[in-house]
C-alpha cells in the first residue's frame, strides 16, 4: 500500500526548514513530486545536489503543474507578495500552510490579497529549527518528536 497522500507539493523557501521539509517528504514518501521555490540559486542548487527536489526554480512562472500542497517556508516579509502570486496561478483546490512564527499579519495579509476560492490557507507554526540556516543544514528528522501549532479556527 502506497503512503504518497499528494502528488505534487511546492515548499517556497528550501532553506533549512524548507529543505528539512523536502527531505522528510521524500523520507516518508508523502508526495509523488515535489517542488522548490527560492530566490537563492544556493538553496537551489544544494537541493539540486543532494536530490530532495523534483524541480527547484526562482519563479513561480518557471512552473507549468498545479499543486496539491503549497508550504510557504520564507520570511515573514514576503508573505503577501506570495499570496498574490499564488491567487493568479492557482487553478485547482490547494491546500497553502506555513511555518511562520506569527499569525495575526499572515492572516491578515492572506484575507486582504487571495480571492481564489481553490485557495485554502491552514496557518501553522512547528516549534522547529536551528542555530543555522542554509538547505546544506536540513534534515528529515527536524520535525521528529516536536509540536506543531495548528489553530483549526483559524482555516481560511
Known amino acids: 500500500m502506497s503512503k504518497v497522500k499528494f502528488d505534487s507539493v511546492l515548499i517556497i523557501g528550501v532553506g533549512l526548514i524548507g529543505s528539512s521539509l523536502a527531505r522528510a517528504i521524500r523520507e516518508y514518501d508523502l508526495a509523488k513530486k515535489i517542488y522548490g521555490l527560492d530566490t537563492s540559486r544556493t538553496n537551489l542548487a544544494k537541493c539540486n545536489e543532494l536530490e530532495i527536489l523534483s524541480k527547484g526554480a526562482d519563479s513561480l512562472d518557471s512552473f507549468s ?26 487553478t485547482q483546490d490547494t491546500l ?15 484575507k486582504e490579497t487571495v480571492k481564489n476560492s481553490f485557495i485554502q490557507f491552514l496557518p501553522s507554526h512547528p516549534i522547529a529549527g536551528l542555530e543555522k540556516s542554509g538547505a546544506e543544514f536540513g534534515f528529515s528528522q527536524l520535525f521528529a518528536n516536536r509540536f506543531c501549532i495548528i489553530d483549526r479556527k483559524s482555516v481560511v
Open 65 to 90: 503543474e498545479q499543486f496539491d500542497l503549497v508550504i510557504i517556508c520564507s520570511p515573514l516579509s514576503t508573505y503577501k507578495s506570495i499570496f498574490a502570486s499564488l491567487n493568479s496561478y492557482i
Open 96 to 110: 497553502v500552510t506555513d511555518v511562520g512564527s506569527t499569525k495575526m499579519s499572515v492572516i491578515r495579509d492572506f
